[in-house]
C-alpha cells in the first residue's frame, strides 16, 4: 500500500504536531544547540515569524506530520536579503526515504519565486561521531547540491560535548548587476 504523501505551509495550528518532531533533536542529539524543548505557544510564535517572509512547510503522510522545512533570515543586513538560512526535520523513524529531500525541493521552489539566490545551512558537526551527533546532515545536504564554505572548531557545548559546526551553501539563481528584489512569501500565490 502507497502511502498518501503531501507538502503545505504550516500554520500555527500545526505548533504541537512539529515540536513532537523538534522535542526529541533538543532532548537526545546535538543536531541542534538548543537545550530547552520550547514551548507550543513559543514555536507556533516562531512558525508565524517565519511565514512574515519565508516558507515554513510541513510533510503530512497519511493524515500525520511526519516533518518540516523553512527558511529563516540569513543575516539581518540588506544586503543579505538574497540568502536565507534552510532547515529540515524529520520524524525519526521517516528518514531515509526521500522526504527531506521531497520537502527541500519544495521549499527550494518556493524560495526560487521569491528571487532568493543563496540558501545556506548551519549544521553541527562530529569531529568524532557519538550517541548524540553523526555527520549524516552534512550527507545530505551535500547529496542536496550544497558545498561546504566553513568549519567552526568546537563552537557548540552539549551533553557534555564540544561539537563544531559547519556551513554549506548551494547558489539556485543567477548573481546579476541588478537583482530583482526579494519577494515575500505572503506576496506569492503559493
Given at each position: 500500500?502507497?502511502?498518501?504523501?503531501?507538502?503545505?505551509m504550516?500554520?500555527?495550528?500545526?505548533?504541537?504536531?512539529?515540536?513532537?518532531?523538534?522535542?526529541?533533536?533538543?532532548?537526545?542529539?546535538?543536531?541542534?544547540?538548543?537545550?530547552?524543548v520550547?514551548?507550543?505557544?513559543?514555536?507556533a510564535?516562531?512558525i508565524?515569524?517565519?511565514?512574515?517572509?519565508?516558507?515554513?512547510?510541513i510533510?503530512?503522510e497519511?493524515?500525520r506530520?511526519?516533518?518540516?522545512?523553512?527558511?529563516s533570515e540569513?543575516?539581518?543586513?540588506?544586503?543579505y536579503?538574497?540568502?536565507?538560512?534552510?532547515t529540515?526535520?524529520?520524524?525519526?523513524?521517516?528518514?531515509?526515504?526521500?522526504?527531506?529531500?521531497?520537502?527541500?525541493?519544495?521549499?527550494?521552489?518556493?524560495l526560487?519565486?521569491?528571487?532568493?539566490?543563496?540558501?545556506?545551512a548551519?549544521?553541527?558537526?562530529?569531529?568524532?561521531?557519538?550517541?548524540?551527533?553523526?555527520?549524516?546532515?552534512?550527507?545530505?545536504?551535500?547529496?542536496?547540491?550544497?558545498?561546504?564554505v566553513?568549519?567552526?572548531?568546537?563552537?557548540?557545548?552539549?551533553?557534555?560535548?564540544?561539537?563544531?559546526?559547519i556551513w554549506?551553501?548551494?547558489?539556485?539563481?543567477?548573481?546579476?548587476?541588478?537583482p530583482r528584489?526579494?519577494?515575500?512569501?505572503?506576496?506569492?500565490?503559493?
Open positions: 500500500m502507497e502511502a498518501n504523501i503531501a507538502i503545505r504550516a500554520t500555527k495550528t500545526d505548533a504541537k504536531d512539529i515540536l513532537e518532531i523538534y522535542a526529541p533533536y533538543v532532548t537526545d542529539t546535538a543536531i541542534t544547540f538548543e537545550y530547552d520550547p514551548s507550543a505557544q513559543e514555536f510564535e516562531r508565524e515569524r517565519t511565514l512574515t517572509k519565508y516558507p515554513f512547510l510533510t503530512i497519511d493524515n506530520i511526519v516533518g518540516y522545512a523553512y527558511a540569513f543575516k539581518g543586513r540588506a544586503a536579503d538574497w540568502a536565507a538560512e534552510t529540515v526535520y524529520l520524524r525519526r523513524d521517516c528518514r531515509g526515504r526521500g522526504l527531506g529531500r521531497m520537502m527541500y525541493l519544495s521549499l527550494e521552489e518556493m526560487k519565486k521569491q528571487n532568493i539566490l543563496n540558501l545556506n548551519c549544521i553541527a558537526y562530529a569531529s568524532v561521531e557519538d550517541e548524540h551527533l553523526n555527520n549524516s546532515s552534512a550527507v545530505f545536504h551535500e547529496h542536496m547540491g550544497y558545498r561546504k566553513g568549519h567552526f572548531t568546537k563552537c557548540g557545548y552539549k551533553f557534555g560535548t564540544w561539537y563544531d559546526v554549506m551553501e548551494k547558489m539556485i539563481g543567477e548573481h546579476t548587476a541588478a528584489a526579494v519577494i515575500p512569501i505572503t506576496q506569492l500565490n503559493i
